[in-house]
């Protein structure tokens, strides 16, 4: 059986309009970047949570907003799609979200911290107010006030000489662990 490889063009990729996107149904998930500093990186991580249907955004501290040429170089016109915000304090902005019920989850290297293959999200019945996924500042991670706060911390295993990866390139890989576990409700 020969089966047909030829690239998809831009029609045959093209899932939805803008207004449809926003009528989808969305994870109960927020990702929120603590201090990010490449506007780069914002909008690869706006990019993924346009991918996986994630219900918004917030970006924190010294996190770039759009409107930004940097960020619309990567975000591709995610940074329409997606729902977002920004909170000066990135602290009180998770405090509030688990103030309102969110369970919380720090992408971060924590003693005590579940291998992401090992992360068992819960039914969103068990999480009516949604879930929250925190990533950190490209040199410092997660504020650890923030850490403190986490009802987990989750870490991608790394097995080279680097102890980490770039904060998009992480964030889009447990990001897609969330939605691998979460897109059942949803679809």
């Not at 803008?18 to 603590?34: F, G, N, T, W």
């Not at 019920?101 to 579940?114: A, N, R």
Request: aromatic fraction near 4%.
């Amino acid at each position: 059986m020969v089966m047909d490889r030829t690239k998809k063009n831009i029609i045959e990729l093209t899932h939805c309009t803008s207004e449809e996107y926003h009528a989808l149904r969305k994870l109960p998930l927020i990702l929120v970047a603590d201090n990010v500093r490449s506007a780069q990186n914002v909008g690869s991580m706006l990019r993924t949570a346009d991918a996986f249907l994630l219900r918004g955004m917030v970006m924190t501290g010294i996190t770039a907003t759009p409107p930004s040429a940097e960020i619309s170089k990567t975000a591709l016109g995610a940074e329409h799609s997606v729902e977002w915000s920004y909170v000066a304090d990135a602290v009180e902005a998770v405090a509030e979200l688990r103030r309102q019920g969110m369970l919380i989850y720090v992408l971060e290297q924590t003693h005590g911290s579940v291998p992401l293959q090992e992360l068992r999200l819960p039914d969103p019945a068990e999480a009516p107010a949604g879930m929250v996924l925190v990533v950190g500042n490209e040199v410092s991670g997660v504020d650890q006030r923030i850490v403190d706060m986490a009802h987990a911390a989750v870490e991608i295993p790394m097995h080279g000489t680097k102890h980490s990866l770039n904060v998009s390139v992480s964030a889009g890989i447990a990001l897609w662990e969330f939605y691998r576990q979460l897109h059942k409700y949803i679809l």
